[in-house]
T-cell receptor, first 117, second 109 residues
């Protein structure tokens, strides 16, 4: 029973290139969350998606960043024209589609570390 | 989401209980208290959650005050592997979790 799988684990890009980070949620989970963690800082929420829908993107930068969670396949976080300030660890988390108890426990992946040269 | 307040750092001797406090005075009736931890630069790990009652699992115990304005995470016998940043967070059903700066717990010999 695999957990949340993120790839690549490490990604190096030059300024101006595109970065694509992939996240496969826990089997059966249909909610996906992306978080960013800058060096020596806390986790910052970016976006919350369900299958084919963006539910909350209040933490996403207005430009260059986009996310999707298609009906089939992993969730993708895409960063266009990367800059040095995008260097960070990007964590994906997933949760079940229903929360009978009312709680919403997230399972996190190991993260993707983006370095922009 | 309601905000939480945690001490920035704490020390604990190995084998002793680690008691990590969290204030969440603006918590609303349907919001749960969650605890996660992040060991070094790994992905955050879920520890425990609760609504009103105290909770215990194989990792820890969660004590929530009667007015729900604060809680304490208890690691009964801390080990060196429990050294991590511990996050207390509050949210309602199927909502995003917002993390603060957490408490950096250092377990020492």
């Amino acid at each position: 029973n695999a957990g949340v799988m993120q790839n690549p684990r490490h990604l190096v890009r030059r300024r101006g290139q595109e970065a694509r980070l992939r996240c496969s949620p826990v089997k059966g989970h249909s909610h996906v969350y992306w978080y960013r963690q800058l060096p020596e800082e806390g986790l910052k929420f970016m976006v919350y998606l369900q299958k084919e829908n963006i539910i909350d993107e209040s933490g996403m930068p207005k430009e260059r960043f986009s996310a999707e969670f298609p009906k089939e396949g992993p969730s993708i976080l895409r960063i266009q024209q990367v800059v040095r300030g995008d260097s960070a660890a990007y964590f994906c988390a997933s949760s079940p589609s229903s929360a009978r108890s009312g709680a919403n426990v997230l399972t996190f992946g190991a993260g993707s570390r983006l370095t922009v040269l | 989401d309601a905000k939480t307040t945690q001490p920035p750092s704490m020390d604990c001797a190995e084998g002793r209980a680690a008691n990590l406090p969290c204030n969440h005075s603006t918590i609303s009736g349907n919001e749960y208290v969650y605890w996660y931890r992040q060991i070094h630069s790994q992905g955050p790990q879920y520890i425990i959650h609760g609504l009103k009652n105290n909770e215990t699992n194989e990792m820890a115990s969660l004590i929530i005050t009667e007015d729900r304005k604060s809680s304490t995470l208890i690691l009964p016998h801390a080990t060196l592997r429990d050294t991590a940043v511990y996050y207390c967070t509050i949210t309602g059903t199927a909502s995003k979790l917002t993390f603060g700066t957490g408490t950096r717990l250092q377990v020492t010999l």
